[in-house]
């Protein structure tokens, strides 16, 4: 029978949980995970929200960067024989901070930032600046929260909805100035009009009221996103590849020019971003890097465009090159070649990606390979800082010129910084051997000797290109793992160096019983084909 003083006990102890269980609970304030401005409801029940994205890798930002995207497409707002003003369209759940002024009407060539919803505000109300000669007003977002800034302002006709813009916290932005003025505007005798000023490093715009007392009162608290704390919600996995199938190439005579055109072969679940063009008559296989992306992030073309852009008789054969016609806010780097002049076939021969991962240069990004010098019909070929190529039926760089990835976006399983490095090996036979050397089994077992010798994980050792009248073989390094703490390319390179120096390194049968190969020296090639040097004179060993 149980006792009094235990039953006693254990009415205590459940009464002590429940009291630790509501104190949890009343302790519980949910509110801070919330923008009180958006109105979101929320159950307790099984911590279940409306209206919040409590997805994680959208969580991770609060607080810590702003998470951003970008786009390319605009609403047409405003327009006159000056300027025109334009709404930068809202993707999802990111709006944008202003709108855009381009000279007369040309549409914005910049993309333009939109902001997470979630960790941004709406306006309280806008304050009137000034009114255009079409009755246009111009506006600024006011907020009574003044952890929050306006970035710019907006036009509308009528008085604009607080769902159009966004307002942005404090700690995400830096102090401005403007940059320069765009347009300025006398109304009438009485009115002494306005002006609308670029923003430095924004694409938003302000408005600065002539009439004021103070008339440069407006131009004093200016603000622009701090770029070092902005992100995107997924970093654009990238991988380089070293494979290549050769499309053509083509020796201008007139000129003393040559280029040859290939097309990456991308390693499985990675996409090519266009053709490669080559200003050196070298193979790029195993040699030059390309930057590949995943396909979680890639698009295809629409089309590849009603024309090609130009074309290029390679003696009895043409040759055409076509930019495809890319989805919203995605854009081509590349371009791609084509046997013929009729437009491609394979929707997969090249990939397009999200704006949100590129950013406009202002340094050269395209060298001129190739032109064809001839004014009534020109024709141009360029080489993007990726290798990719780029025509134009201009002498001047293409529309894509500045376009470039922002590195700082992407994420990878290798080192990208890590260069891939090939060396060019002299071999000798094993004259004791009967048999013909496969080389199949000659690759693994080369690999597996490099493995051993180098402490280096036979992953990263590539062994193609053996030749043996000339008893040559190219071995390619590749770059390491991310997340493994190993051996640099460089310092592998160093390693063989060493080795070599001292004596040969003999590449042994499976079961140790014979060797197959000698290899005695050997020379490394340079990764940029377009500065491409095979420093082996001889094939006597001469590291970099």
């Not at 405003?78 to 549409?107: A, R």
């Not at 300025?184 to 938003?204: F, P, Q, R």
């Not at 043409?318 to 854009?331: A, D, G, L, M």
Request: aromatic share 10%; charged share 25%.
């Amino acid at each position: 029978m149980i006792q009094y003083s235990t039953i006693l006990l254990i009415i205590l102890l459940v009464i002590l949980i429940v009291i630790v269980l509501k104190r949890i609970t009343l302790n519980l304030d949910m509110r801070k995970y919330f923008d009180g401005a958006n109105n979101i409801n929320f159950q307790l029940q099984g911590l279940r929200y409306e209206g919040f994205d409590n997805n994680s890798e959208t969580s991770k930002f609060f607080g810590d960067k702003l998470d951003i995207r970008k786009t390319n497409q605009y609403n047409k707002i405003f327009s006159n024989d000056k300027y025109t003003v334009w709404e930068p369209k809202q993707i999802d759940n990111y709006l944008p901070i202003g709108h855009v002024v381009t000279k007369v009407n040309k549409k914005p060539k910049d993309f333009s930032i939109l902001v997470n919803k979630n960790q941004t505000i709406k306006p309280d109300r806008f304050n009137i600046v000034s009114i255009s000669n079409d009755n246009f007003g111009i506006w600024q977002p006011v907020s009574s929260d003044e952890n929050y800034v306006t970035l710019g302002n907006i036009y509308s006709k009528e008085y604009p909805s607080k769902y159009s813009v966004r307002m942005v916290e404090r700690k995400f932005v830096v102090k401005s100035d403007i940059s320069k003025m765009i347009f300025s505007n006398k109304v009438g005798a009485n009115d002494k009009g306005y002006e609308l000023w670029n923003i430095k490093d924004s694409d938003c715009f302000t408005c600065n009221n002539k009439n004021n007392i103070n008339e440069f009162d407006s131009l004093k608290n200016i603000y622009s996103l701090n770029h070092n704390l902005l992100d995107v919600k997924k970093k654009l996995y990238v991988k380089h590849t070293l494979s290549y199938k050769k499309i053509t190439q083509y020796t201008d005579e007139n000129l003393d020019k040559f280029f040859s055109i290939w097309r990456p072969i991308p390693p499985k679940n990675f996409c090519s971003l266009g053709d490669v063009i080559i200003s050196k008559d070298v193979d790029p296989n195993n040699i030059l890097q390309t930057l590949v992306v995943h396909e979680s992030f890639c698009k295809f073309p629409i089309n590849y465009g009603i024309k090609p852009v130009i074309t290029i008789k390679n003696k009895k054969k043409e040759y055409s090159i076509w930019k495809p016609t890319p989805p919203e806010n995605h854009v081509f780097l590349g371009h791609v070649i084509q046997k013929g002049v009729e437009e491609p076939t394979e929707e997969n021969l090249i990939a397009c990606i999200p704006a949100d991962y590129l950013t406009i240069e202002t340094r050269e990004t395209h060298s001129l390979v190739w032109n064809n010098v001839n004014e009534e019909n020109p024709k141009s070929l360029w080489m993007n800082n990726l290798n990719l190529v780029n025509g134009n039926s201009k002498y001047v760089p293409p529309e894509s010129k500045g376009v470039t990835i922002n590195m700082d976006l992407t994420t990878s399983d290798v080192d990208l910084l890590d260069n891939s490095r090939s060396i060019v090996l002299n071999f000798k036979k094993n004259n004791n051997n009967l048999e013909e050397l496969n080389h199949v089994y000659v690759k693994n077992m080369v690999r597996n000797t490099f493995s051993r010798k180098f402490d280096l994980n036979e992953d990263r050792i590539k062994v193609e290109q053996i030749d043996e009248e000339k008893e040559t073989l190219t071995l390619t390094i590749l770059s390491r793992n991310i997340e493994k703490n190993s051996i640099l390319v460089e310092e592998v390179m160093k390693q063989i160096e060493k080795a070599l120096n001292i004596g040969d390194i003999k590449v042994y049968n499976e079961d140790k019983t014979n060797y197959l190969i000698t290899i005695i020296d050997g020379g490394i090639i340079t990764e940029n084909l377009n500065e491409i040097v095979i420093d082996n004179t001889d094939y006597k060993l001469s590291f970099e």
